[in-house]
Every structure is written in structure tokens, then in C-alpha cells.
């Protein structure tokens, strides 16, 4: 296959799953090489497709997940090579689990509340990860960036995972990624709000039938407006991806 196939708006998925995923966390890790992994869902390429901004902090990541169901139908109309999901919050886990490594961890974003309380529950659920620091994600931007920067700095964090949402996260790694002295920098959206236990996530059933989204708006019925946006944006990629290729030709 090459790599062309693995491309959707000519970005690069990432399609090889969790084991080599977390083989390549290890590297940069070990090899202390800047290592961003941000989790694009079909809203986040939909904004891609207006705002070359957005577009251009997307493709400086190093690894790009593709995050969204609608992604794989994406690319199984298309019959590219992204094959199955692969999610900032199952990053969480697959890392967390592991039996042959500790990772020094550094949270970022959220409401204080919520954030305690997964400190907490990483404790119980994440063997493998010895929690360095942490920072809500109500911070104030202008006068309170350089400190939080230098926390975690300080705290000797080897992964920083990021739970700001969608774009403050995207754009606080690549506005400060070069500044941070963590290796590895993981945007995990909402994942914060399911460990602490604030919010249930789907079960596995719901998970592999492509429904998660249907249990996350039972919970937050104030995502419907934002998901009834998601075929528009499905249809968008598809045209775009269309004419795509049909100027190549």
C-alpha cells in the first residue's frame, strides 16, 4: 500500500494500531524526539476545509488518528487504506496498561473538579502511569501560559496528554510544542470527563457498531446542534476528496 492511500484532504493517517502506535511512543520517548499525536474527527477535517489555519496546525503533527467513525466511511467510500478507529482516549488505556513500562504523565485541561478526580481514578486504572502534574484548562491564556509551560517542564513529564477540545488544543501544541520539554503530546478532547467518572462512556457493543456518538449526546444533549453538522461536513470531505482527485487527473 502506499502512502497515498492512507491520505484523506492530503494528510496522513496513521493505520498500523495501539501496539506499534505505542512502539513509536516509546521511541520518542527513549530518543527525547518532539512526538505530537493529535486525534482528528470528521468536524475537525471539516473545518480543515475552511480555515487553512486550522488545516495547517493539523499537518504539522507527527501522527494524526483518525478519531470519528464517520472517517472510516469516510475512507471506505473513497477505499483508501484507513481501516479502523483509533482514539485519543484508547491511547489513554493502551498506555496505561502497560506491564513492561512506567510513563511519566502530565494532565492538562478540564474543570478543576474533573481533573482531581481523574488524578485519582488514574491511580486505579493506570498502573503504568505515575502522574507528574497537572493543570486545568481554564487557565488564562495571555498572562498564564509561560507558567504553566514551565510546570510542566519542571514536572520531568515524559507524555503530556491535552483535554482542552477542539481548537484550543490543536493550537496550544503548535504555538508552544517547541517549548515544552515533553516528548510526546496527545490531544484527548473530552477524555477527562469519562475517567474521572463524570461521564459514562459507551459500551463496547456501542463502540464497535459505530453508536458511541448516540450514547455521548443521551448524556449531552447539548452536542446535538454540533452533531447534526457532522453529515454536512461528511458530504463536504466526500466532494472535496472527489474533486481532489479529479484534478490530479
Not at 64 to 71: A, F, G, H, I, K
Request: aromatic letters at 10%; a positive charge; charged letters at 20%.
Amino acid at each position: 500500500m502506499t502512502k497515498r492511500e492512507n491520505k484523506l484532504l492530503g494528510l496522513l493517517f496513521f493505520n498500523q494500531g495501539y501496539t506499534n502506535l505505542i512502539l513509536q511512543i516509546n521511541e520518542a520517548i527513549t530518543a527525547k524526539k518532539s512526538c505530537s499525536i493529535i486525534t482528528p474527527t470528521t468536524e475537525i477535517l471539516g473545518a480543515c476545509l475552511d480555515d487553512q489555519a486550522i488545516y495547517g496546525i493539523i499537518s504539522e503533527a507527527q501522527i494524526l488518528l483518525p478519531d470519528s467513525v464517520t472517517l472510516i466511511l469516510l475512507s471506505r467510500l473513497l477505499r483508501k487504506a484507513i481501516t479502523r478507529r483509533l482514539t485519543g482516549i484508547d491511547t489513554i488505556y493502551e498506555l496505561g496498561r502497560q506491564t513492561t513500562r512506567q510513563y511519566k504523565v502530565y494532565l492538562l485541561g478540564a474543570q478543576q473538579s474533573v481533573l482531581d478526580q481523574t488524578v485519582k481514578r488514574a491511580g486505579e486504572l493506570f498502573p503504568a502511569f505515575k502522574i507528574v502534574g497537572c493543570q486545568h484548562g481554564y487557565f488564562d491564556a495571555k498572562t498564564e501560559t509561560d507558567k504553566v509551560i514551565k510546570h510542566i517542564n519542571d514536572s520531568g513529564a515524559e507524555i503530556l496528554f491535552i483535554g482542552m477540545g477542539f481548537p484550543r488544543q490543536e493550537r496550544f501544541i503548535s504555538e508552544y510544542g517547541k517549548q515544552i520539554l515533553a516528548p510526546v503530546k496527545i490531544t484527548v478532547g473530552g477524555s477527562y470527563d469519562v475517567i474521572s467518572g463524570h461521564l459514562k462512556r459507551a459500551p463496547r457493543w456501542m463502540q464497535n457498531s459505530g453508536l458511541e456518538w448516540l450514547f455521548r449526546l443521551l448524556q449531552e444533549p447539548t452536542r446535538i446542534f454540533r452533531m447534526s453538522l457532522i453529515p454536512w461536513y461528511l458530504l463536504k470531505l466526500l466532494s472535496a476528496e472527489i474533486q481532489h482527485k479529479y484534478d490530479r487527473h
